[in-house]
């Protein structure tokens, strides 16, 4: 299991001290807690994609490649990276760009965006999102596995004879995770390529997940990549913890009350009980966690949600430090020995390759006929 962090990028006020941090402090806390992440031994950084206030994460490749420089072992993903606003040929060449810098560790989570302003800004129009997805994604995976690229689509301009430079490190694409939190087709696309399906599962009840997901695992083994039970599949999650469960209720009550996307809704017993947030003690996140495999099957990567809604910088290391001290040893050890032998690992760079070069040499192997 990859256990690690995204993070929405959003500048939100603190409801209890009445600040706002400035752009500049929260990139670089983005590259703090990237570096915290490591230090305690979680396995995934992401940063999503945004290109209106209040987020400040526009360029995630760039954000990206710096925490690479100051880091040895985290993969490095996206959550979301937009397949509908931005140039396939960008993505292609940033990310391959990235995997070289980092030494293959990234990948990424594609998504369609769901801040309506940004397709005209990007001279686009949200209503064709998942054409958009589609043909994006297509002509992506080309620049990706083909040396020389002839290609005629609806929403951009021919490629004659193109390539896509640097070429993927060691002749292998960043694995692709497609985000979703209601479109089926974005879980059609994922399952027909093989590709891991990522449901963001913090703002719905689980039921909703639980649809989205079994459809990508029946079409995963419809296309021939392996059973269900195989499909590669991640999660999104929250937590504030406390050693003192109360302690915690106390303290990031005025956070979610007053937080931009649920706050002024739902109670946070409310909220707390029908979705994977988990505000209490240690053990409370533990369990809440583990119960997810029980809805969604065996998984492969879980990303929890920490850093938003206005919590200051040294709260959210705080609860960094108290999920690598009392959290993440257990969920590694339940979720290693609940996983069957032959349901895959998280998806890693120099496994592919290996994996590539097994299957090379298998094809290669003579014949005993």
């Known amino acids: 299991?990859?256990?690690?962090?995204?993070?929405?990028?959003?500048?939100?006020?603190?409801?209890?001290?009445?600040?706002?941090?400035?752009?500049?402090?929260?990139?670089?806390?983005?590259?703090?807690?990237?570096?915290?992440?490591?230090?305690?031994?979680?396995?995934?950084?992401?940063?999503?994609?945004?290109?209106?206030?209040?987020?400040?994460?526009?360029?995630?490749?760039?954000?990206?490649?710096?925490?690479?420089?100051?880091t040895e072992r985290i993969i490095l993903s996206t959550a979301t990276t937009l397949i509908t606003t931005n140039d396939p040929v960008k993505i292609a060449e940033d990310f391959a760009t990235l995997q070289h810098l980092s030494d293959g560790r990234v990948d990424l989570v594609l998504g369609r965006g769901n801040t309506a302003p940004v397709y005209p800004w990007f001279g686009k129009n949200q209503q064709d999102s998942v054409e958009l997805t589609v043909e994006n994604y297509n002509l992506l995976r080309q620049?990706?596995?083909?040396?020389s690229v002839n290609w005629e689509g609806k929403f951009r301009t021919p490629l004659h004879n193109f390539t896509a430079t640097p070429r993927p490190l060691d002749g292998v694409a960043p694995f692709v995770w497609h985000g979703s939190i209601r479109t089926p087709q974005v879980a059609e696309?994922?399952?027909?390529?093989?590709?891991?399906?990522?449901?963001?599962?913090?703002?719905?009840?689980?039921?909703?997940?639980?649809?989205?997901?079994?459809?990508?695992?029946?079409?995963?083994?419809?296309?021939?990549?392996?059973?269900?039970?195989?499909?590669?599949?991640?999660l999104g999650g929250q937590f504030f913890m406390r050693k003192?469960?109360?302690?915690?209720?106390?303290?990031?009550r005025p956070y979610f009350d007053n937080a931009p996307v649920y706050g002024h809704g739902p109670?946070?017993?409310?909220?707390?009980?029908?979705?994977?947030?988990?505000?209490?003690?240690?053990?409370?996140?533990?369990?809440?966690?583990?119960?997810?495999q029980e809805y969604f099957g065996d998984y492969q990567?879980?990303?929890?949600?920490?850093?938003?809604?206005?919590?200051?910088?040294?709260?959210?290391?705080?609860?960094?430090?108290?999920?690598?001290?009392?959290?993440?040893p257990e969920l590694r050890r339940e979720f290693d020995s609940r996983r069957p032998a032959d349901v895959p690992v998280g998806p890693t760079h120099s496994a592919r390759v290996a994996a590539r070069s097994a299957a090379s040499r298998t094809s290669d192997a003579p014949s005993l006929q």
Not at 244 to 252: C, L, M, T
Not at 270 to 280: E, H, K, N, R, S
Request: proline letters at 5%; glycine letters at 8%; a negative charge.
């Open 143 to 147: 620049l990706w596995d083909k040396e």
């Open 301 to 328: 990567r879980q990303l929890f949600l920490i850093d938003h809604a206005g919590l200051p910088l040294k709260t959210v290391l705080e609860q960094l430090d108290l999920f690598g001290e009392y959290v993440l």
């Open 189 to 234: 696309i994922a399952a027909y390529f093989g590709d891991g399906f990522f449901a963001n599962n913090i703002f719905w009840p689980k039921e909703h997940y639980m649809q989205l997901i079994s459809l990508y695992r029946e079409r995963y083994e419809h296309y021939g990549h392996g059973r269900a039970d195989q499909a590669i599949v991640g």
């Open 267 to 292: 109670s946070m017993e409310d909220f707390t009980a029908q979705t994977p947030l988990t505000v209490g003690s240690p053990q409370e996140v533990i369990e809440k966690t583990l119960s997810f």
């Open 1 to 70: 299991m990859q256990i690690g962090v995204f993070s929405v990028s959003d500048i939100t006020r603190d409801p209890v001290t009445g600040r706002i941090p400035t752009e500049g402090e929260r990139i670089k806390a983005a590259v703090a807690i990237a570096k915290k992440v490591e230090e305690i031994g979680m396995d995934v950084y992401a940063t999503g994609e945004h290109h209106n206030p209040p987020f400040y994460a526009s360029s995630p490749t760039t954000l990206l490649g710096y925490i690479a420089a100051q």
């Open 244 to 252: 003192n469960s109360q302690d915690a209720v106390n303290e990031f």
